[in-house]
């Protein structure tokens, strides 16, 4: 594959996920979806990647190019502290 297309589908994946997380009473929210970070290491993909929802997340989508598989971590920041 392609980096552009690595790139859309971990797009792709994050953007899927979130939809399915989303409360259903809200309706249809629109959201953009973009690469914080990335970076290849041999047939390994990494991506770190956010959106523009005010729910905290954040996502880490892994390509595995050995096995051709796609993993994805979805993590939640809970708080941001000062620490001196």
Known sequence: MERKDMKQTAIKIVE???KEHLDKSDG????????VWMCKA????????STSLFDGMY???TYNGDKKEWYL???KKFENRIIK
């Open 16 to 18: 899927q996920y979130a």
């Open 28 to 35: 249809e929210i629109k959201f953009d979806t973009y690469i």
């Open 42 to 49: 041999l047939q390994n993909w990494k991506f770190l990647i």
């Open 59 to 61: 996502y880490e989508a």
């Open 73 to 75: 971590d979805a993590y």
